[in-house]
């Protein structure tokens, strides 16, 4: 039997795993190869159950693809790329739900907090950095076609914009939550402090994705998850769309709004200059061509870039940014898995995603709102860093419902 002084120890470096986020790949890889050595001693055997088992493979529906995929592509040495990447989305199922008598239910919330505040001190040192540039000459020189604050931004962090943008907006989510369940004054101003900071940040790096998914995120929370007063609700409902009205006139956001706006849907053409070439279009226009040609079976994961780069030659774009210079995968999860593994594939996807929906935490309901948001822009398993950050996370929104049940049941 375990002291509790390990399991307690076990809990303290999972709730800190959040800031290995931050840190770079390398550190991230090693701590979670360590927090796997760790669960994997504490682990017992007894507690794989039927039902565990069904959680594990459903939860880890990508990874155990790929996994099988191995005995059926030609592409050896590219599929065990994706096994290695995707790893954690089998490893965190598996040791989450056969440790989750171990995990404390704090653990949750301090992880949540512990990724919060990381957020928050990475805005606040970002920050300092664009000061010590001068802001208002960042802000003059600053403009669509020369990002300096998404530049600044990304030169501290070295994570992918979107990505940060979704980091950022859940965080922002969280701290919203807590400031409203909080009653100690200092913390209240901490939190406060937090969601200016990260919202500041979240609009100056232009994160629109982040952005509208964080207003919905927030209004739907309103409308359904808290217990507010009706008059609380109208008011905090007027004064995020106002909010948001005012957010569009900041001159990063309406820059790239009025791009948008004043943009022809176009497919890629040789007449196109940078200014005026949409690379998602003709991404889009490819993965539907290659979704609607193998809607059941797909192409398989292996093919999928391949199918899209030949797709692309039928643009004759042809600039520092065309489709020959740059890999440009699907920019949409779901195209992704449609493309790799059908449409049945797809739908046990979904069900992976929402395995944890009848979750009673309200900071699952903005975190599932958030990445089924971000899927539409992203495809966020392609990185290791959006595996990492979505499957930790899922896993402990799923453990900690499975704890509640039983709670409930005793």
Not at 182 to 187: A, G, N, V
Not at 345 to 360: A, M, P, R
């Amino acid at each position: 039997m375990h002291t509790s002084s390990v399991i307690k120890y076990y809990n303290i470096f999972t709730f800190l795993f959040p800031i290995s986020l931050f840190l770079g790949h390398g550190i991230n890889s090693t701590y979670f190869f360590v927090w796997c050595l760790f669960s994997l001693f504490l682990t017992k055997k007894n507690n794989l159950d039927t039902k565990n088992i069904i959680s594990i493979v459903v939860l880890g529906f990508i990874c155990i693809s790929y996994i099988v995929s191995y005995f059926f592509v030609d592409d050896k040495k590219l599929i065990l790329k994706m096994i290695t990447r995707s790893l954690p989305l089998l490893l965190f199922p598996l040791f989450f739900v056969i440790n989750t008598k171990i995990i404390n239910r704090q653990t949750l919330t301090r992880s949540l907090l512990v990724f919060s505040l990381s957020n928050t001190l990475i805005c606040i040192f970002t920050w300092l950095k664009i000061f010590q540039q001068g802001l208002g000459r960042v802000i003059q020189e600053n403009n669509f076609y020369n990002p300096i604050f998404r530049n600044i931004f990304f030169d501290t962090t070295k994570i992918h914009l979107p990505y940060l943008g979704l980091f950022f907006a859940f965080s922002i989510y969280i701290l919203t939550i807590l400031a409203f369940k909080e009653k100690k004054k200092k913390l209240l101003s901490v939190y406060i402090f937090s969601i200016i900071t990260l919202t500041a940040s979240v609009v100056i790096i232009s994160a629109r994705t982040a952005i509208l998914s964080l207003i919905i995120t927030v209004l739907l929370t309103i409308i359904f998850k808290l217990k507010l007063s009706n008059k609380i609700k109208v008011f905090s409902i007027l004064a995020i769309l106002v909010s948001m009205l005012g957010i569009s006139q900041i001159s990063s956001i309406k820059n790239r709004i009025d791009y948008l706006w004043k943009e022809k849907i176009e497919l890629p053409n040789k007449n196109q200059n940078p200014e005026n070439f949409n690379v998602r279009y003709g991404i889009y226009d490819c993965s539907i061509d290659i979704i609607k040609n193998n809607i059941f079976n797909g192409v398989g994961p292996t093919n999928v870039q391949k199918s899209l780069n030949e797709c692309y030659k039928k643009f004759d774009y042809k600039n520092y940014d065309d489709y020959n210079t740059i890999t440009y995968n699907s920019h949409c999860q779901y195209s992704d898995v449609l493309m790799k593994f059908g449409f049945f594939g797809f739908v046990v996807f979904i069900i992976s995603l929402l395995w944890g929906i009848k979750n009673y935490n309200i900071f699952y309901f903005g975190f599932i709102i958030l990445i089924l948001f971000a899927f539409l822009t992203e495809n966020l398993f392609d990185r290791q860093l959006g595996i990492m950050f979505f499957t930790f996370f899922n896993t402990l929104f799923f453990i900690t419902r499975k704890q509640h049940e039983k709670s409930n049941s005793n």
